[in-house]
Nanobody, 122 residues
Framework: QAQLVESGGGLVQPGESLRLSCDDP????????MGWYRQTPGKQRELVAT???????VYADSVKGRFTISKHNAKNAVYMQMNNLKPKDKAVYYC????????????????WGKGTQVTVSS
């Protein structure tokens, strides 16, 4: 049973858009950094975007200007608007919850959802 639940993936053509959602019913989001990662077969999972507890976003160069990460703390939800999707964006996208930078909890490891598939094809 995944602690985080992603949704919003699908099949789109290049140039189209999707909005991913990640729901965390168990924690208070403003205590954590949230992020989106993606992975393709045979490749390591790579960071797409993160948003810190104070709302500061960070983006991978490959998506900068096209993707926007946001969150709604009261709903315990994080979103990623993905515009101008490209074939290279095809991947399984995973939601991640981590401690804020500099935070320390003994034994802590990042939490992950099960992923949502994004396919970009003409």
């Amino acid at each position: 049973q995944a602690q985080l639940v992603e949704s919003g993936g699908g099949l789109v053509q290049p140039g189209e858009s999707l909005r991913l959602s990640c729901d965390d019913p168990t924690t208070i989001l403003n205590m954590y950094t949230m992020g989106w990662y993606r992975q393709t077969p045979g490749k390591q999972r790579e960071l797409v975007a993160t948003i810190s507890s104070d709302g500061t976003p960070v983006y991978a160069d490959s998506v900068k200007g096209r993707f926007t990460i946001s969150k709604h703390n009261a709903k315990n939800a994080v979103y990623m608007q993905m515009n101008n999707l490209k074939p290279k964006d095809k991947a399984v996208y995973y939601c991640m919850k981590d401690l804020d930078p500099g935070g320390y909890v003994e034994g802590w490891t990042p939490r992950w959802g099960k992923g949502t598939q994004v396919t970009v094809s003409s």
